[in-house]
């Protein structure tokens, strides 16, 4: 643990599956901390009101959903930004929101760091996130400290958004991967191949992934409990799909998983794991 009094005061917003783990770490450390969620938590540092939190602070990082919640919640903490206070966003957002908060935060004369990461529930729990982030190179510097107590790797990238792009087309793969996991898993069931056969003839396979490892078992045992809820795969998905659109470009592939993850989510599955598209062949059943 560093001198607490050496340590700049921090504010959390946003106490998810990640949010909440990062604040611990934060903690932990002895970062001086107040922490804030739109559903209140019971936690010593707590703030109920957004604005004290973020007036409270020197470091204000964002875990927080969406886009909504994140346009939301900056107007409320709005005018608490200014010199002396960072802002970082580590929630996946889109395009036009991380240069949103670009040109606001440098309008208001507050520092900006883009920082989205990869890393699901174990990793924050882990204090072992990989941060992809966009901004000012001595920002990150100064703040490569307070970033390492949550991660494991920080890659430093050309912009926010750039930082954005990354983090969307690197979910891109993992969902589509989920959405082909799904197809081969029931596939392989449906002539009498175990999940275990499956995933021993997967491994030496070029195709071979972490995600493979984690998903064919948990899809195969029905455990769909969140490490990354199908919701927020659906919103990154059409994040991607609006880059494609910025971009000119037909995307099919990610067009149609967004689509057979809206309808788990329209089913109410949306809190459940993503990996619930395993779920999608039953509607022919
Ligand atoms: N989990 C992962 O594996 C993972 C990996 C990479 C990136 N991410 C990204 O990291 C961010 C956080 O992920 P997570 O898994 O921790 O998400 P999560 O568990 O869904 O938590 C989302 C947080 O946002 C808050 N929130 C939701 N809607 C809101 C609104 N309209 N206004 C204000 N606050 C709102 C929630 O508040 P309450 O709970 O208090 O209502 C909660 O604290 C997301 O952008 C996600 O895409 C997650």
Redesign the pocket.
């Known amino acids: 643990m560093s001198d607490p009094s050496l340590l700049p005061p921090v504010a959390v917003f946003?106490?998810?599956?990640?949010?909440s783990r990062a604040a611990d770490h934060l903690a932990t450390e002895g970062y001086p901390l107040r922490t804030w969620?739109?559903?209140a938590?019971e936690r010593d540092d707590f703030e109920a009101d957004p604005l004290a939190a973020a007036s409270s602070a020197d470091l204000i990082a964002l875990?927080?959903?969406?886009v909504?919640?994140v346009r939301?919640?900056f107007e409320r903490i709005r005018s608490a930004l200014g010199s002396g206070k960072t802002l970082i966003n580590?929630?996946?957002?889109d395009h036009a929101t991380t240069e949103f908060l670009v040109e606001e935060c440098a309008k208001l004369g507050c520092d900006f760091l883009n920082a989205?990461?990869?890393?699901?529930?174990v990793a924050?729990g882990n204090a072992a996130l990989v941060y992809y982030v966009g901004g000012k190179a001595e920002t990150l510097e100064r703040l490569r400290p307070f970033l390492e107590t949550t991660s494991s790797q920080i890659m430093e990238v050309p912009s926010p958004a750039a930082a954005t792009v990354l983090?969307l087309t690197t979910n891109l793969i993992t969902a589509s991967t989920v959405q082909a996991l799904a197809e081969g898993l029931k596939l392989t069931q449906a002539n009498g191949i175990s999940p275990e056969t499956y995933l021993a003839a997967i491994n030496p396979n070029a195709c071979a992934s972490a995600l493979a490892s984690m998903k064919v078992p948990s899809m195969a045992a029905g455990d769909f409990e969140?490490?990354?809820?199908l919701?927020?795969m659906l919103?990154?998905a059409r994040y991607m799909l609006d880059l494609a659109e910025r971009a000119d470009l037909e995307t099919p592939g990610i067009a149609n998983t967004a689509e057979q993850m809206q309808r788990r989510n329209d089913l109410g599955e949306g809190e459940e794991d993503f990996s619930i598209l395993f779920r999608q062949f039953e509607l022919k059943a």
Do not use: E, M, Q, W
Not at 90 to 93: D, K, P, Q, S, Y
């Open positions: 946003g106490l998810g599956i990640i949010g969620s739109r559903s938590r875990y927080l959903k969406d909504p919640a939301d919640v580590h929630a996946t957002v989205p990461f990869t890393g699901s529930k924050a983090k969140a490490h990354f809820s919701s927020n919103k990154d």
